[in-house]
């Protein structure tokens, strides 16, 4: 099959957050399976590209009255080929989204760039698919069955679109809507109109031929009224073509036998090393408290979804507990001041660092003990399937992907592969982290926690083929020559 890929980010050249991970992953993944993958994504000012090739250098992109010359340009890696959309005054800057102080104000008008940008590739590389990801791309299959249905290469052309997280959607005023020349027919119900503003997310949910999101947990959540951040109702009545598929993990990058980020390499049969890996990330983040003291460690995007505030909340019980926290995070300033007031709080044995920085997160990973993430909710979450390989057990709350992927660890049979917790309260978060220190005292039963979570695979190879079934079924619909459930359906019905 010849696939199109549109994202906002993409591995090893963008990255804020797991969305990244995916698009590294799963095209090369395709591509080694004999299908010819191509990617597009914005060229942001930090991308660095080796000797690419300028593919495009006039495409004319109209946004309302405004005719803007985009250029594109184009790299190989892996077997796939990206594209990228390099457009300055839109894309030529440090943030991909916004500043710490927000997003930026012309985010509406970047992203229909962006995915006008696609489909303009899509009408010269003529996919048989286009999988689209995220609000950012949401305008592409909007735009493609309606202004562009006719189009002769790429108005039949069926889309695939994958939730990574409902929580942001691309939320717009909808005086913007002239200014954008998007057609004034979409502002509808059935459309993207949401609460009276204009909904990029639900471009997506409402024309793709098929909805993905990357847990089956997340899959059934947000087809309920607590996740489905207002679009439950949507989601429910395109239930029959929405599909949970666990994300994989990229086991060439997350590996501690070969890690080159870590002090050293240890494996399963081989945990000594592992504690030369905690004397390092002491060293790094300041803990002064000894390398005996279990170690907590987290890596997260400071986020309302993440359960940073629930952290803050249980602060003062947790660190009665005899532990240590180092915390590696980037994002929302009112939790970057929280982790900093607790780092005052706990000198030397609460320790945080404010930067997005690969090699520390892979630090964290193999240095802690066990891993934290309480997430408020969680779509699939990477880290504790990274923890799992580094022998770091998490320490869960019961949501999405975490729910997935862990079972709670059970003295008697020697089962399971961390602990979780399922109300969002601090008593909660606590008695699963009592829980976890109990089991770290028994030396034998720690290992062998470690060694059920390191023995666990969850590889890219369970994944792809699923994709690909999703591709085959809007390929070849069952049944009569339009893709199934097309969002050209009726939609008179939709929820908004
Ligand atoms: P999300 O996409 O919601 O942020 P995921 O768990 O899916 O959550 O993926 C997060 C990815 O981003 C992981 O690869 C993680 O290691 C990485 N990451 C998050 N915060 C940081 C940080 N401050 N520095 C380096 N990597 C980070
Ligand atoms: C989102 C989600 C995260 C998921 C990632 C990749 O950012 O928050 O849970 O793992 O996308 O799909």
């Not at 999988?131 to 069926?158: F, I, R, S």
């Not at 409402?206 to 607590?226: C, G, H, K, M, N």
């Not at 220190?437 to 890219?460: E, P």
């Amino acid at each position: 099959m010849k696939i199109l890929m549109a994202a906002s980010e993409v591995e090893p050249f963008s990255k804020t957050g797991g969305l990244a991970d995916i698009l590294g992953a799963l095209p090369p993944q395709l591509a080694s399976r004999g299908h010819q993958v191509n990617v597009v994504s914005p060229f942001y000012r930090s991308v660095q590209l080796s000797e690419p090739a300028v593919w495009a250098d006039n495409l004319s992109i109209t946004l309302g009255p405004d005719a803007h010359v985009v250029r594109v340009l184009t790299v190989a890696n892996d077997g796939v080929t990206y594209y990228f959309v390099d457009y300055p005054p839109f894309f030529g800057r440090d943030g991909f989204y916004g500043t710490p102080a927000g997003d930026y104000a012309d985010n509406a008008y970047r992203f229909l760039l962006f995915s006008k940008a696609v489909i303009e590739i899509a009408r010269v590389t003529s996919p048989d698919v286009i999988h689209c990801h995220d609000w950012q791309t949401g305008l592409v299959p909007a735009l493609l069955k309606t202004a562009h249905a006719a189009d002769p290469v790429v108005g039949g052309v069926p889309v695939v679109f994958t939730i990574h997280n409902l929580g942001y959607q691309g939320s717009f005023d909808a005086s913007l809507m002239g200014p954008l020349g998007l057609p004034a027919g979409l502002m509808s119900v059935d459309g993207l109109e949401f609460y009276g503003r204009l909904n990029y997310l639900k471009g997506g949910l409402v024309f793709a031929d098929a909805l993905t999101t990357v847990s089956e947990a997340y899959a059934r959540e947000i087809q309920t009224p607590e996740f489905g951040a207002g679009l439950d109702g949507l989601l429910a009545w395109r239930g029959s073509v929405l599909t949970g598929i666990l994300n994989g993990v990229n086991y060439e990058s997350w590996d501690p036998r070969t890690d080159r980020l870590i002090a050293a390499n240890y494996s399963a049969d081989n945990l000594e090393a592992k504690q030369a890996c905690k004397r390092d990330l002491i060293d790094t983040f300041g803990i002064t408290s000894g390398p005996d003291r279990p170690l907590i460690g987290m890596v997260s995007r400071l986020a309302t979804q993440k359960g940073s505030d629930l952290v803050g909340v249980a602060a003062q019980d947790l660190m009665a507990m005899d532990i240590s926290i180092t915390v590696l995070g980037a994002g929302d300033a009112v939790y970057v001041d929280l982790f900093r007031s607790l780092e005052q709080r706990f000198p030397g044995r609460f320790a945080m660092k404010v930067a997005y920085d690969e090699t520390l997160a892979h630090k964290v990973e193999a240095g802690a003990d066990m891993f934290l993430m309480p997430s408020r909710y969680e779509p699939c979450g990477l880290n504790q399937m990274y923890s799992l390989r580094y022998g770091t057990p998490p320490v869960v709350r019961a949501t999405g992907g975490l729910d997935d992927t862990i079972e709670p660890y059970d003295p008697a049979t020697g089962k399971g592969n961390g602990f979780k917790f399922r109300e969002y309260t601090a008593p909660a978060m606590l008695a699963a982290v009592r829980a976890a220190l109990d089991v770290y005292q028994n030396r034998a039963q720690w290992r062998q926690l470690m060694k059920n979570g390191m023995a666990q695979d969850f590889s890219w190879a369970r994944a792809v083929p699923k994709y690909e079934q999703i591709y085959q079924r809007v390929l070849r619909p069952v049944g009569a020559g339009a893709p199934e459930a097309s969002g050209s359906a009726s939609k008179k019905d939709l929820l908004t």
